[in-house]
C-alpha cells in the first residue's frame, strides 16, 4: 500500500524522524493555522506541487478559499480527503534520503542524493550514494552520508536518522521510504520536507494499526483497459499475463488481467464473470484454464452457472487442460458449451465476433 | 545446486496437517516420493495417510535422517518453519506458502548465506523429477521422463511448458517452479547451472515474467556459461506499469523490468525466445 504524505509523516513522526509541525485539515474540520503555512493536498501522485497541489498562504483571508479550492481541484484525477498544513520551511539546502529494498542482493539500502527535489530523477545515475545499511551499521554509514553530502558537522544527526528511519522502515514493514526533499534549513536543522512510504500488504497480518486511505488492492483482478473488448479468465499468475499476452498479439484488446488462482472454486469463477460484466465494451470472453490444483469439473460448472444466471453474457471462447479434464467435456457437452483445443483457436475465433 | 539433493530421499512435510499439507502429502507420497514424516504444532501423534506427525523438525530429527523439507505452513508462520529446517541443517527446502512478508524473506536469505541448506520458493510449486520424485504440488500425471530442464516463475506456465512437451514426447529431467515473489531462495542461475552440469540435461526450458532484474543477469550467465540450448518465453508483455499482476513480484518497475526489455536481454545470450508459452513448447527440440 501507498502512503499518503500526513500517514507517512505521522509515521516518521514517531519514529522520532524530524518532520515540520504541521495540522491536518479535513473537509469538516479546519485547526488553527499559523501563518505562513504551507498547504498540501493528500494525493497519491508526485510531483503536486506543480499541478497546483501545493499552496503557501501568508494572510489570514486566503485561508479558506485556498482550503475550498485544494478540496475541488483533482489531481490527476485524484480528489484529496485530506490537506496537510505545514509550517513554512526556510530552506537552505535539498537532498535525497531514502531507504530501499535491493531485491537481487536481498539487502536493506540507503540511497542518497546531494540534489534532492523534484527533479531527483535528473541526476546522473552513478552520482546517488548506495550503502547497504544492517541494525549495527547506521555510525558508519552516518559518516559517509555527511561525507557524501558535504555535511561534516552533521555527522551525528545523520547518524541518528539513518539509525531511526532504518528501524521504522523494519517495524513498520515498509518496502520504501522516501524523504525527498530532505530539507537543510538556515538553522541548520535537517528535517523531512516530504515523504513518500510504502508498506508490505503481505504483512498486515502483523500490523492491526493500519488503517491508511489505500487500501490493499486485488492484485488478481487488474483492469488493463475499461474499453477493451477480450475479457480474459486464467489460473495461476503467470498463465493469466501469458494470456493477456495472447489476446493482444493476436491485434484484440484486452480489458483485464484475471488470475482465479489455484484450486478455484465455481463461486470464485462465477465472481469473475460479475466483474467482467461490468466493462462497457466487452464482445468476447476468453477462458484458459490448465488445471494443476485446479479441477477442470469445477470451473465448467462455474461456467454453465453463469451462463444461466448472466443473460447478457458475451460469447466464450473456452480452452480447458489438466485434472478432470474429460468430467468438465461431459458436463459442459451436455449444454452444448464448446472446449477449444488450444487458444490459439480461442483467440481466432474470438477474433471473428469482436471488433479488435 | 548438486543433483543428488533431488534424488529419493528421506522428505518430510512442515504443515502436514492443514488442508494443503495434508492434500498434498498424499499426493507425493502416491507419486512415490518417501515420505517419512510431518509437522504440526498442535498434533503430533497422528498419522495423516499413515504418515507420522511430529510438533518439530528437530523432534523428527531424533527417528528419522531428513534430506529434504516441503513446507505448507501458512504465512504468518511460514519463516519460523523454514529458520526451524535451516537451523537443522536441511540440506533442501521447498517452501510453497504464498504472501510471506518481504522482510522475513530478507531475514532469511541473511540465515541461508553461510548455512547449508539450498531453499527453493516461497510461493512455488516445488520440483518434479518426473518418474523419480515429487517435491511439491506439481501434477506428475503431467510430466514425462527425460532430458529437459524447465526452470520458472510461474506456476502453471511450469505446467502449461511441461504438459506441452510431454505431449509432443519430450521428456523432462527436471521441473523447477522457483517461484512468483520478488525475494526468493534459488534463482534462474543456480538452475541454469544444474541442468548445465548435469550430462543427463540435454536442453533447457526458462520461463519468467515482468519485475525484478533476473531474467537479465540469466541472460549475462548464458552468455558466459551455458552451452546447452536454452528455449524462453517472458510473460507479461501487456502490462501496465507499476501495477501488480498476481504475483507479488510481477510489478514493472524500471524499463530493465519488463517483458520486451528482458526478450532483448536473453537474445541477445542466444536464448530461443518465443511470443507466447504455446510456441515455447513448440520450439523445443
Known amino acids: 500500500m501507498k502512503l499518503l504524505e500526513y500517514e507517512a509523516k505521522t509515521i516518521l513522526r514517531n519514529a522520532k524522524i524530524p518532520v515540520p509541525n504541521a495540522v491536518v485539515i479535513t473537509r469538516d474540520f479546519t485547526p488553527e493555522l499559523k501563518?505562513?503555512?504551507?498547504?498540501?493536498?493528500?494525493?497519491?501522485?508526485?510531483?503536486?506541487?506543480?499541478?497546483?497541489?501545493?499552496?503557501?498562504?501568508?494572510?489570514?483571508?486566503?485561508?479558506?478559499?485556498?482550503?475550498?479550492?485544494?478540496?475541488?481541484?483533482?489531481?490527476?484525477?485524484?480528489?484529496?480527503?485530506?490537506?496537510?498544513?505545514?509550517?513554512?520551511?526556510a530552506i537552505k539546502n535539498e537532498y535525497y534520503f531514502s531507504i530501499v529494498i535491493n531485491k537481487s542482493q536481498a539487502t536493506i539500502e540507503l540511497v542518497a542524493h546531494k540534489n534532492g527535489g523534484v527533479e531527483v530523477e535528473a541526476n546522473d545515475h552513478d552520482s546517488f550514494l548506495h550503502v547497504t545499511l544492517n541494525h549495527r551499521n547506521a555510525e558508519q554509514a552516518g559518516e559517509q552520508l555527511a561525507e557524501y553530502l558535504d555535511l561534516p558537522g552533521q555527522s551525528f544527526v545523520l547518524q541518528d536518522l539513518i539509525e531511526n528511519t532504518y528501524k521504522c522502515f523494519v517495524k513498520n514493514d515498509a518496502t520504501l521510504l522516501e524523504i525527498n526533499p530532505l530539507v537543510l534549513t538556515t538553522q541548520n536543522k535537517l528535517v523531512a520536507g516530504d515523504c513518500k512510504m510504502e508498506v508490505d500488504n503481505s504483512a498486515a497480518f502483523r500490523h492491526p494499526e493500519w488503517d491508511f486511505e489505500d487500501k490493499p488492492a486485488n492484485a488478481n483482478f487488474v483492469v488493463l483497459d475499461n474499453q477493451g473488448t477480450v475479457?480474459?479468465?486464467?489460473?495461476?499468475?503467470?498463465?493469466?499475463?501469458?494470456?493477456?499476452?495472447?489476446?493482444?498479439?493476436?491485434?484484440?484488446?484486452?480489458?483485464?488481467?484475471?488470475?482465479?488462482?489455484?484450486?478455484a472454486s465455481a463461486a470464485s469463477v462465477l465472481t469473475a464473470f460479475e466483474r467482467i460484466m461490468e466493462f462497457p465494451n466487452i464482445q468476447a470472453i476468453v477462458i484458459n484454464i490448465f488445471a494443476g490444483i485446479t479441477r477442470c469439473d469445477e470451473v465448467a460448472r462455474a461456467i454453465i452457472s453463469a451462463k444461466s444466471h448472466i443473460t447478457t453474457l458475451p460469447p466464450l471462447f473456452i480452452r480447458l487442460a489438466g485434472t478432470n479434464f474429460e468430467a468438465a467435456a461431459e458436463l459442459l457437452a451436455v449444454e452444448n458449451i464448446s472446449i477449444l483445443a488450444t487458444l490459439d483457436e480461442c483467440l481466432s475465433a474470438a477474433k471473428e465476433v469482436s471488433n479488435g | 545446486m548438486d543433483k543428488n539433493l533431488f534424488i529419493a530421499k528421506n522428505v518430510i512435510i512442515q504443515g502436514i496437517t492443514g488442508g494443503q499439507g495434508s492434500f498434498h502429502a498424499k499426493a507425493m507420497k502416491a507419486a512415490g516420493t518417501n515420505v517419512v514424516a510431518g509437522t504440526s504444532p498442535n498434533k503430533a501423534g497422528e498419522v495423516v495417510d499413515d504418515i507420522p506427525v511430529y510438533v518439530t523438525v528437530n523432534d523428527i530429527?531424533?527417528?528419522?535422517?531428513?534430506?529434504?523439507?516441503?513446507?505448507?505452513?501458512?504465512?504468518?508462520?511460514?519463516?519460523?518453519?523454514?529458520?526451524e529446517s535451516i537451523t537443522a541443517k536441511v540440506p533442501l527446502i521447498i517452501c510453497i506458502t504464498e504472501g510471506i512478508p518481504i522482510h522475513d524473506m530478507l531475514h532469511i536469505k541473511q540465515r541461508i548465506v553461510g548455512g547449508s541448506s539450498v531453499l527453493i520458493g516461497p510461493n512455488c510449486p516445488g520440483v518434479l523429477l518426473p518418474g523419480v520424485n515429487k517435491l511439491g504440488i506439481i501434477p506428475s500425471g503431467m510430466g514425462l521422463a527425460g532430458s529437459v530442464g524447465i526452470v520458472s516463475r510461474s506456476g502453471t506456465l511450469t505446467y502449461e511448458a511441461m504438459a506441452g512437451l510431454t505431449a509432443r514426447g519430450i521428456g523432462q529431467k527436471y521441473v523447477i517452479g522457483i517461484g512468483g515473489d520478488?525475494?526468493?531462495?534459488?534463482?534462474?542461475?543456480?538452475?541454469?547451472?544444474?541442468?548445465?552440469?548435469?550430462?543427463?540435461?540435454?536442453?533447457?526450458?526458462?520461463?519468467?515474467?515482468?519485475?525484478?532484474?533476473?531474467?537479465?543477469?540469466?541472460?549475462?550467465?548464458?552468455?558466459?556459461?551455458?552451452?546447452?540450448p536454452v528455449y524462453g518465453y517472458i510473460a507479461g508483455h501487456h502490462a501496465p506499469a507499476g501495477v501488480q499482476l498476481g504475483h507479488a513480484g510481477a510489478i514493472l518497475g524500471s524499463d530493465d523490468e519488463s517483458a520486451s526489455s528482458k526478450t532483448a536481454r536473453l537474445t541477445e545470450a542466444s536464448v530461443r525466445m518465443s511470443d507466447s508459452i504455446v510456441q515455447l513448447t513448440q520450439s523445443v527440440k
Open chain 1, 35 to 89: 501563518l505562513p503555512v504551507v498547504l498540501k493536498s493528500q494525493v497519491p501522485i508526485g510531483g503536486r506541487g506543480k499541478l497546483g497541489g501545493i499552496v503557501i498562504v501568508d494572510a489570514p483571508e486566503d485561508i479558506t478559499p485556498t482550503i475550498d479550492t485544494l478540496f475541488d481541484l483533482p489531481i490527476r484525477g485524484y480528489l484529496p480527503n485530506a490537506i496537510l498544513a505545514e509550517e513554512k520551511l
Open chain 1, 231 to 263: 475479457a480474459t479468465i486464467a489460473n495461476g499468475a503467470g498463465l493469466a499475463m501469458a494470456t493477456v499476452d495472447a489476446v493482444a498479439t493476436a491485434g484484440m484488446r484486452p480489458a483485464n488481467f484475471l488470475d482465479i488462482g489455484g484450486g
Open chain 2, 61 to 83: 530429527m531424533k527417528d528419522h535422517s531428513v534430506d529434504i523439507s516441503v513446507i505448507f505452513v501458512p504465512a504468518p508462520f511460514a519463516k519460523a518453519a523454514i529458520l
Open chain 2, 182 to 228: 520478488p525475494v526468493r531462495g534459488t534463482g534462474f542461475i543456480e538452475c541454469l547451472d544444474l541442468f548445465e552440469n548435469d550430462p543427463d540435461v540435454t536442453s533447457i526450458v526458462m520461463i519468467g515474467e515482468i519485475g525484478g532484474t533476473d531474467e537479465i543477469a540469466a541472460a549475462e550467465h548464458i552468455k558466459n556459461n551455458i552451452t546447452k
